[in-house]
């Protein structure tokens, strides 16, 4: 009996190592962790991000970002969120991913990881259909332009292409719109994928496909998750092969202005 | 069994020692098997995990790097000869053999990318649609090159007709085929991390399972030369002393080789694969970046958009603030010390050229946006083409030192794990015969 502990050693060990081993497929508390991922998406952007009839949200984010989480094997559980707490959602634990128009900077990567670009947009002007004049950015000039908050998109024409527009302040684009169609502002400019989602909702406004600063639409994700978002790359790539990416920009955008031509994954943004 | 019925008269302790000699030789047996088989076990990890790394991944980031490298650089020449018009004779004819040379260059990436790819269904899909994409461009490349020799213009932006030709080549290229190439790269840098990680986590399991079963073994080597002594009153048997002496050695010499190894593993990614590929990243964005600065010469309609992606990928080079092409070359000029951010953060050696191509463009542009068109070409297709080149040629040293080390890692790694595949066969089974040679006369003498 006295011999038993050295004889049930080698087995013992033997065991103990396949445990170890067996152990090692669930790591961290990135996105593939858990077997749920909550994204946070918009819910005022028709087309994008909006509440259907049903009260469900839906829309191309919301399409993709489900394709996306089921490519990693989870369910997906959506978030709302505001284009000025598409940050805090990540650093506050309150989601684990964002698909919400949420473009590429260098300055957001210091706070947020990017997997993609899913989408490549440009920035672009909604006019009312009347409106002749305005044909690129340099026409806007001397108009007033809606400033959303969270946006950057008036600060660019402003900054960025030396535009000297008036930048009028908005809450959201529900009010700008409605000031838009009244005359009180002359154009909204931001993301295509945005204008032509709010160009679908009225029959005055018209997309001026003016293509002037390519966006790059990823997917956020906390920073140093990096094995989530390489699986994250590789289900984007899987989208654009497979032909999902195609036919949902088909269903949310073929019946508006913008414009789809070029289907093909976009050159990604790097893990690390 | 036998034994025992053989000798019903014999004393307890006397019919108990050949069973239990049979027992401890066999646990002896049992131990050593273990410790051969992790050691086994961990050197084929081992060997596996730098195989991926060092014979495909890394050699498929240069491949895919230098596809990347070779197309942006076509569209760059196909840019420049529609800048030139019907001047710049020889420079025209120097840039449309750049362009065939790259081409071919391109083709040849393609080849060794696909060969390297193995049997990942996804990169072949992408290599091949970069194959069927990039006969496409060359079939507008060309007609938007012969068009442009028709028009015969003046050096600038060549007639509409052309550069709607062109507008579809270069589509094609910066938004289908060099984003393919591009994340083909960044695929293969996924694939080192990962191996990186599992490889080294299992070995590390591994190492610390040899170390176990290995003091496993010593222990019940001398609990068997112990009850060889005693038993039989003899001394020391030599078989087992040396047995044990050679598992020791082979126990050191394993840990050693897995150790090493792990060490040329760690060196080979952090020092060597991760510079290279953050190299060759920045490389092929600085190509693209130069190529944005002709494109904005060339097509007055998209100059804003060209701007944007020229000031965009300065950016994620080199990181200052900036909201527009302007501010960004003021602050770039006014920075102090190492860059905090982007892909060449922290590389002094390559800064001196970054700030002299953005010192260069933005005298381009100051030329271009005043009227002097013809000045802003010439400094396009002059100085700025020359500070281009020194760049690039900066960072493609920085990329083959990295290389270097890169492959001086991996062969280390591989000596590592071959002394061990040389030797330790030959000492497994020494230590085997060893532990029976010396049991056996023993378990004779019951017989």
């Known amino acids: 009996m006295r011999r038993l502990p050295i004889a049930a050693l080698t087995p013992l060990t033997l065991l103990a190592l396949l445990g170890l081993l067996a152990g090692c497929g669930a790591t961290g508390d990135g996105v593939l962790s858990a077997d749920t991922v909550r994204v946070a998406v918009r819910v005022d952007l028709p087309g994008i991000g909006a509440r259907g009839p049903s009260g469900a949200v839906e829309g191309f984010d919301v399409d993709v970002a489900r394709y996306l989480v089921g490519k990693l094997g989870k369910k997906a559980v959506f978030v709302p969120v505001t284009a000025a707490d598409r940050e805090k959602v990540l650093t506050s634990g309150r989601a684990d991913m964002v698909l919400a128009t949420f473009s590429i900077t260098q300055d957001r990567k210091e706070r947020v990881l990017f997997a993609g670009p899913y989408q490549l947009s440009y920035q672009d002007i909604l006019v009312r259909r009347g409106e002749t004049r305005i044909k690129n950015v340099r026409d806007l000039a001397g108009r007033s332009i809606c400033e959303v908050k969270g946006s950057n998109a008036g600060q660019r024409v402003v900054e960025e292409r030396k535009v000297a527009a008036r930048l009028v302040p908005f809450d959201s684009y529900g009010p700008c719109m409605e000031r838009l169609l009244s005359g009180e502002v002359d154009a909204v400019t931001t993301n295509d994928v945005i204008l032509a989602g709010l160009a679908a909702e009225s029959s005055g406004l018209r997309l001026v496909n003016a293509q002037f600063n390519e966006q790059r639409t990823g997917v956020g994700m906390r920073l140093g998750d990096v094995e989530g978002c390489e699986a994250v790359n590789r289900a984007i790539t899987g989208m654009y092969q497979d032909g999902t990416a195609k036919k949902l920009l088909k269903k949310w955008f073929g019946k508006t202005d913008l414009p789809i031509s070029t289907v093909s994954v976009p050159q990604f943004e790097g893990c690390s | ?447």
């Open chain 2, 1 to 447: 069994m036998t034994v025992v019925q053989q000798h019903p008269a014999a004393s307890p302790t006397r019919v108990n020692v050949p069973r239990r000699l049979t027992r401890m030789t066999g646990l002896t047996l049992a131990s050593l098997l273990v410790l051969f088989g992790l050691v086994g076990a961990a050197g084929l990890v081992a060997g596996d995990g730098m195989r991926v790394v060092g014979r495909d991944a890394g050699p498929q980031v240069l491949a895919t790097a230098g596809l990347y490298h070779g197309l942006s650089d076509m569209d760059a020449q196909v840019a420049d000869v529609l800048l030139m018009g019907r001047e710049y004779g020889d420079r025209r004819a120097a840039a449309l053999a750049r362009y065939e040379q790259r081409r071919a260059e391109a083709n040849q990436a393609l080849l060794k990318a696909f060969e390297l790819t193995g049997d990942d269904p996804a990169e072949r899909v992408t290599i091949q649609s970069v194959l069927d994409g990039l006969g496409r461009y060359e079939w507008l490349a060309g007609r938007a090159m012969l068009l442009d020799t028709q028009a015969a213009h003046a050096a600038g932006p060549p007639p509409e007709t052309v550069l709607k030709v062109y507008r579809q080549a270069t589509d094609l290229m910066r938004l289908e085929l060099m984003p393919k190439a591009y994340n083909l790269t960044l695929e293969s840098g996924t694939i080192v991390r990962r191996t990186h990680d599992e490889t080294g986590f299992t070995v590390r399991l591994l190492r610390d399972g040899v170390l176990a079963a290995g003091g496993l073994a010593l222990v019940v080597l001398a609990a068997l030369q112990v009850t060889l002594s005693r038993r039989f009153r003899r001394t020391l048997s030599p078989p087992l002393l040396t047995a044990t002496a050679l598992t020791l050695a082979l126990l050191i010499a394993g840990v050693s080789a897995l150790a090493g190894h792990s060490a040329a593993m760690d060196e080979a990614k952090q020092g060597g694969f991760d510079a290279m590929l953050t190299l060759s990243r920045a490389r092929a964005v600085a190509g693209s970046l130069h190529a944005d600065q002709a494109r904005y010469l060339l097509d007055p309609d998209r100059a804003d958009t060209y701007e944007h992606a020229f000031l965009d990928k300065s950016q994620s080079l080199v990181y200052t603030e900036g909201g527009n092409v302007e501010a960004y070359h003021a602050t770039l000029a006014r920075a102090k010390g190492p860059v905090r951010l982007g892909m060449l953060r922290g590389r002094a050696e390559i800064m001196k050229s970054y700030r002299r191509l953005h010192a260069t463009d933005g005298r381009m542009r100051a030329e271009h946006t005043s009227g002097r068109r013809a000045a802003a070409v010439a400094t396009k297709l002059g100085p700025l083409a020359e500070d281009y080149a020194a760049l690039d040629t900066v960072l493609a040293q920085r990329g083959t030192a990295h290389r270097a080390t890169f492959d001086r890692a991996v062969a280390s790694g591989d000596e590592a794990m071959a002394g061990l595949w040389r030797l330790a066969p030959f000492g497994m089974a020494a230590i085997v015969a060893l532990v029976v040679i010396g049991v056996w006369p023993r378990l004779r003498e019951y017989r």
